[in-house]
């Protein structure tokens, strides 16, 4: 259980984008305290009305959207926030996150978090055994982030099952404690 865990989960523009609505709510069946940030491409694929009737919290997609709502202590999501899942993983996320470039919410949300990172790809074949993503995955690996497995060893890039993201998710926790 995740007993009031907060965690965001981001989703990045590919085809499992509607997919984070059962990541959340599975998250959210695990007590997690579920906060959202969406890439402006994931809107072409799920919208935010969609994602916003799944948690407690104002959607967040541009970084310099006036907030939603106001908090005197206000600190900014990475800080707050103990787990970090970005679910759909597209390749230009993982080469941002893999090379320090932070020009968008999630991407500079991802420099700025301090907590456990779990990645969800979903990237074709092709873009995925390309040099420049192998080598963005394995600087991410070797900072520290975590890759769901989806078992899948002919196309090891393809989104995993809810159930294999949320018991990540649930093991990262239960590595911490």
Known sequence: MLNGKKIVVSVTGCS??????NII??????HGDVYVVMTENATNFVTPLMLQRSVDHPIQIQSFDPPKT???????LSQKTDLLLIAPASANILGKAANGI?????STTIMSMRGPKVIATHINDMMYNSPSVQRNVRTLKNDGFIFVENGNSKHPSYFPTIDQIVNTVLQVFEDTN
Request: charged share 30%; net charge negative.
């Open 16 to 21: 499992p984008a509607v997919q984070a609505l």
């Open 102 to 106: 932070s020009d968008d919410l999630l």
């Open 25 to 30: 709510n599975e998250l959210r069946k695990q």
């Open 70 to 76: 106001w908090d005197n202590n206000h600190k900014s």
